[in-house]
C-alpha cells in the first residue's frame, strides 16, 4: 500500500497544493488500490476509471495555471450507488435498474464534478437503501475491511467500507434511518447526516422522500466538513431544500470548544440491549469531554422508544408509494413475456427485480396505507413523530447537542441476522429518532471493543440548522482521542 492513499484528504490537498503530488497521482494510487483489495472487500459496484482519470487531468491542468480551485479540487471521491450519474450505471443495490445509464446527473454528483473531484465509482449498498448491513444488496455483500467475516454496516457499507479499506478518502451517503452514520460506527469512520434539507436529493433514486438525507463520509471531522460545505447548498429543483446559507463547518472544527457546552446523554439510548464493550468506550469518550469543559447532564426522551415502531410504518408506507414507478414499462429491467398482459408483465418485472426485503417493506407499507387501516397504522405512526420531534425539542432547550452510541453493538457476522429481519432493524435503534425529526447528527469512532477488537461509534446529534455545532464537539473530541491513544483510529486498518 502506498502513503498515498493513507492520507486523509485534507494531508492530500496540501500535498497538492505544494506540488509534491498531482490529483492524476493520487487518483491512479487509489484506483489501483481498488484493484488490489476490492474483490475482497466489494465495496464498488462500479469503477469509473476513465472518468476520474479525466477529472484528475482537469483538475490538475486548472491548477498548473494557477487558477483559484476549488478547496477539494483534485480529492478523488465515491458515490453511494443511490445518486444518479450520466452516462454510468447507477442500480440503487437492486436488480430492476440493473444495467441503467441514467441521462442526467444528481445534483450532489453535479457539486463534485463543480468542485473538480474524480469521482472513482459507485458503491454498493442494500438494495434501494433498505437494509443495515449491505447483505440486500443484489450484487452480493461488501465485507467490513477490519475482519471480512463482519457486515460494514448499511445501506451505504459500500461507502463506509472503501474508506476503511483505503479505496477512497472520501465518500458520500444517503442516510434514511441512520444508513450514514452506522457504517461509520462499525467500520470505524466519520459520517454526518445533515439537517433534512441542507443537501439536495435531487437526482437521489428516493425510499422514504420525508427521511431521505444525503451526507458526507470520511476519516477524519475535518475532512467530512470540508466534504459537507461542497455538496451543500440550497437547489431549486428540490422542493425540500433549504434556503439557507452553508455555514463555515472547517472554522468550526478549527475553532471546536466544549467549554461550558452542556452536553445531554439521552437514558433511552443505552442499557439494556447494548454490548459492554460499545458502552464502556462511550462513557469513556463523555468523560474525555467533561475533561475539556463540558457539563454531562441525563436528558430523558421517553417517546424515543417508540420511535423503531413508527419508522418502520412510515418508511415502508412512502417506498411503496415511491417504487410504483418501477414498473417494467419505462426503464430498467422488463420481464416480458409476449402472451401477457400489462398488469402481468409488471407482476413478473417486479418479482423478478426486486429481492425479498424490497418486497416485504412494499407490502407493509400498502397495507398500512390501504383504506381501513391509514389512521390505525401509517396515522399513528405520524403522531409517535411529532412526539419524538417534540422530545428534542424539549432536549434541545436544556442542551446544546445529545450525544448516545451510535449503534448498539460493534459489526456483526455476515449471515447472523439477514434472515430475522426484526433483529436486523434494532440496529437502527440509536439513529432513527434523528431522522424522523430531520435535525443533523454525526458519528464519530471512539475506539475498539475489548471483546473484540472492533470499532465503537459516538453519536453527536444538534438541533436543525446546527450543523456546524456537531462538528466543533466531535473536533474536540477527535482531538482528545489522539491525545490519548496518539493516532487516528482508522490508522490501525491495514498493513
Same mark, same amino acid.
Given at each position: 500500500m502506498t502513503?498515498?492513499?493513507?492520507m ?5 490537498v ?5 506540488g509534491?503530488l498531482?490529483s492524476?497521482?493520487?487518483?491512479r494510487?487509489?484506483l489501483d488500490? *481498488?484493484a488490489?483489495?476490492d ?15 479525466a ?10 495555471t ?14 453511494k450507488d ?8 447507477t442500480t440503487?443495490?437492486?436488480?430492476i435498474l !440493473? ?6 446527473? =444528481? ?6 464534478r463543480?468542485n473538480l ?5 459507485k458503491?454498493n ?5 433498505m ?8 450484487? #452480493?455483500?461488501?465485507r467490513?475491511?477490519?475482519d471480512?467475516?463482519r ?8 461507502s463506509a ?9 472520501l ?7 441512520g444508513? *450514514?452514520?452506522?457504517p461509520?460506527a462499525?467500520t ?11 443537501v439536495?436529493?435531487?437526482?437521489l *433514486?428516493?425510499?422514504a ?10 476519516r477524519?471531522v475535518r475532512?467530512?466538513?470540508m466534504l ?5 447548498g ?5 422542493s425540500?431544500?433549504?434556503?439557507a446559507?452553508v455555514?463555515d463547518?472547517v472554522?468550526a ?15 433511552e439510548l443505552?442499557?439494556? #440491549?447494548?454490548q459492554?464493550?460499545?458502552?464502556q ?7 474525555l469531554?467533561?475533561?475539556r469543559g ?5 436528558v430523558?426522551?421517553?417517546?424515543f422508544?417508540?420511535?423503531?415502531g ?17 414498473d417494467g414499462?419505462?426503464?430498467g ?5 409476449s402472451d401477457a ?8 418485472t ?12 412494499i407490502?407493509?407499507?400498502t397495507?398500512?396505507l390501504s ?8 396515522g399513528?405512526a405520524?403522531?409517535v413523530?411529532?412526539?419524538v ?7 434541545f432547550?436544556?442542551c446544546?447537542?445529545?450525544i ?6 460493534? =459489526?456483526f457476522?455476515l449471515g447472523e ?11 437502527d ?7 424522523l ?5 454525526l ?6 471493543a ?6 465503537v461509534?459516538?453519536q ?5 440548522? !446546527?450543523?456546524?455545532?456537531?462538528? #466543533?464537539?466531535?473536533?474536540v473530541?477527535?482531538?482528545?482521542l !489522539? ?6 483510529? *482508522?490508522?490501525?486498518?491495514g498493513g
Amino acid at each position: 500500500m502506498t502513503d498515498i492513499v493513507r492520507m486523509t484528504a485534507t494531508q492530500l490537498v496540501e500535498e497538492m497544493a505544494q506540488g509534491n503530488l498531482t490529483s492524476a497521482e493520487i487518483t491512479r494510487a487509489h484506483l489501483d488500490r *481498488i484493484a488490489e483489495v476490492d474483490q475482497d472487500i466489494h465495496a464498488y459496484l462500479h469503477v469509473d476509471r476513465e472518468g476520474a482519470l479525466a477529472t484528475a487531468a482537469e483538475a490538475d491542468a486548472a491548477r498548473n495555471t494557477g487558477a483559484d480551485l476549488p478547496p477539494l479540487a483534485g480529492v478523488p471521491v465515491a458515490v453511494k450507488d443511490v445518486m444518479t450519474m450520466r452516462g454510468v450505471p447507477t442500480t440503487a443495490g437492486s436488480r430492476i435498474l !440493473e444495467g441503467w445509464l441514467p441521462p442526467y446527473d =444528481a445534483t450532489v454528483v453535479a457539486s463534485l464534478r463543480r468542485n473538480l473531484m474524480p469521482i472513482l465509482g459507485k458503491t454498493n449498498m442494500d438494495e434501494f437503501a433498505m437494509g443495515s448491513s449491505t447483505e440486500y444488496s443484489a450484487y #452480493g455483500p461488501t465485507r467490513n475491511p477490519w475482519d471480512t467475516s463482519r457486515i460494514p454496516g448499511g445501506s451505504g457499507g459500500g461507502s463506509a467500507a472503501a474508506l476503511a479499506a483505503f479505496e477512497a478518502p472520501l465518500a458520500i451517503g444517503t442516510d434514511t434511518g441512520g444508513s *450514514i452514520r452506522q457504517p461509520a460506527a462499525v467500520t470505524g469512520t466519520v459520517g454526518v447526516k445533515p439537517t433534512y434539507g441542507a443537501v439536495s436529493r435531487y437526482g437521489l *433514486i428516493a425510499l422514504a422522500s420525508s427521511l431521505d438525507q444525503a451526507g458526507p463520509c470520511a476519516r477524519s471531522v475535518r475532512d467530512a466538513a470540508m466534504l459537507h460545505q461542497a455538496i451543500a447548498g440550497h437547489d431549486p429543483r428540490d422542493s425540500t431544500s433549504l434556503a439557507a446559507p452553508v455555514p463555515d463547518l472547517v472554522a468550526a472544527v478549527r475553532e471546536g470548544d466544549v467549554r461550558g457546552m452542556r452536553i445531554g446523554l439521552v437514558t433511552e439510548l443505552g442499557g439494556e #440491549g447494548y454490548q459492554p464493550g460499545v458502552e464502556q468506550r462511550f462513557r469513556e469518550a463523555v468523560d474525555l469531554l467533561a475533561d475539556r469543559g463540558a457539563e454531562i447532564v441525563e436528558v430523558s426522551c421517553p417517546n424515543f422508544r417508540y420511535a423503531l415502531g413508527a419508522y418502520y410504518l412510515i418508511l415502508p408506507s412512502e417506498a411503496s408509494s415511491n417504487l410504483a414507478k418501477f414498473d417494467g414499462m419505462r426503464y430498467g429491467l422488463r420481464v416480458d413475456d409476449s402472451d401477457a398482459g400489462v398488469e402481468q408483465v409488471m407482476a413478473q418485472t417486479r418479482a423478478a427485480g426486486f429481492g425479498d426485503e424490497v418486497k416485504r417493506r412494499i407490502m407493509l407499507g400498502t397495507y398500512a396505507l390501504s383504506a381501513g387501516y391509514y389512521d390505525a397504522y401509517y396515522g399513528q405512526a405520524q403522531k409517535v413523530r411529532t412526539l419524538v420531534q417534540r422530545d428534542f425539542a424539549a432536549a434541545f432547550a436544556d442542551c446544546h447537542v445529545l450525544i448516545s452510541p451510535t449503534c448498539p453493538t460493534t =459489526a456483526f457476522p455476515l449471515g447472523e441476522k439477514v434472515d430475522d429481519p426484526l433483529a436486523m432493524y434494532l440496529n437502527d435503534i440509536a439513529t432513527i429518532p434523528v431522522n424522523l425529526a430531520g435535525n443533523a447528527a454525526l458519528s464519530l469512532p471512539v475506539g475498539l471493543a475489548p471483546e473484540d477488537g472492533l470499532p465503537v461509534g459516538l453519536q453527536i446529534m444538534a438541533p436543525h440548522h !446546527e450543523d456546524a455545532r456537531l462538528y #466543533g464537539v466531535a473536533a474536540v473530541l477527535e482531538g482528545a482521542l !489522539e491525545d490519548t491513544w496518539g493516532q487516528p483510529l *482508522i490508522e490501525k486498518v491495514g498493513g
